[in-house]
């Protein structure tokens, strides 16, 4: 119901707006800049589904011999400990508990590209067990907001931006990005865990929170130590080391229970196809919603009234030439990559406001997105309080991403 209200105000707001501005400003060019962007909108969003779709049938083939050969099992095993605590509603050992631990993985790795359909698959075995199929449960709630969160364990997009604009140090961001990311992730969980009253002082939450803590603390330092050009090297071909070990793993372990692994994997793939087709009107819809509230100016409004508060409040302003990106991160992944990008050029890509771009940009994940494709494949209708949730967390994200910017580059 609160997406149903937001998508609205993108358009009521965008109407407004263009009326002040043709009326005001005599600026009758920017209905068609509206429509214009509306249909490139709509394409792009329907282009980003044909796009899903061969990682879908690839990632969700891959899935099914996983789950035939009973390695997504065994990751549900691993998990039980953790995600029955957190995810109280699923029974324990139950397959969803395998995909939802490997999309969190994937996540923190930075693996976009799989993230995506094993968390389209862990939502797929969550609405089996879901006894009202048009709303979220309380575990899709979780899985959703811990998914905006974006935690992120090396933001290595990020670090490849600054270094093709020529930043000095393309990685002295990684550190503010990272505890940024954490802070989001921590608001999100600890925020939701109270709303489902979820015990936090529960003595395997403390000890997974505290085990945590120490890898990311021992992370962190590791990568402290190195250039951003070890660090790149190292993140992306662990990364896709991981990832085709994966790949080899489910193929081999089929093998070795005797599975017919071609049939499994083809069985799981036209899953995938049909979940990518599923997807595209929640996707047109949102993307649509977005680029014409974009393109009316409101953005622009937005962050001039932010500027003049801030200014009256007499605190720094200089953070606010980056705020377009915080904007555009719930709402457009690729839009908050070209606000900062463009603040990149705009500024310089060593200035302060670049960098807090950048922090930004790296903080949490794209929440509309997230919630468009991730609740539209499975049909939920009511999200309950997904949106607000998610949104705080974003909120925890960009706002911890200003203040750490200040800390490391003010």
Known sequence: MVLNYIWIGFFLVAFVVAICQSVFAGNYDIWSAIMNSSFAAAKNAFDISIGLTGVLTLWLGLMKV????????????LMSPLFSRLFPGIPKGHPALGSMFMNISANMLGLDNPATPLGLKAMQEMQELNPKKDTATDAMLMFLVLNTSGLTLVPIGVMTYRAQMGAANPSDVFLPILLATFAATFVALVAVCIKQRINLFDKVLIGWGAGFILAIGGLMFFLSQLTQEQVAHISSVFSNALLFTIIVAFIGVGLYKRINVY??????????????????????????????????????????????????????????????????????????????????????VDSFVAKVAATIQGSTDTTFYILAVYFGSVGIRKTRYAVGYSLLADAAGIISGIALAYFFFG
């Open 66 to 77: 996983g789950e035939r050969a009973g390695l997504v099992a065994a990751f549900a095993r």
């Open 263 to 348: 049939e499994s994997f083809i069985e799981g793939a036209k899953e995938g196809f049909k979940t990518a087709v599923t997807i595209i009107p929640y996707l047109v819809a949102i993307l649509v919603g977005i680029a014409v509230f974009r393109a009316s100016g409101a953005m622009d409004f937005v962050v001039d009234g932010v500027r003049y508060v801030v200014a009256a409040c007499g605190l720094d302003t200089s953070f606010v030439e980056a705020l377009p990106t915080a904007f555009m991160k719930p709402l457009s992944g690729s839009g908050a990559r070209g606000m900062m990008v463009d603040c990149m050029a705009t500024y310089g």
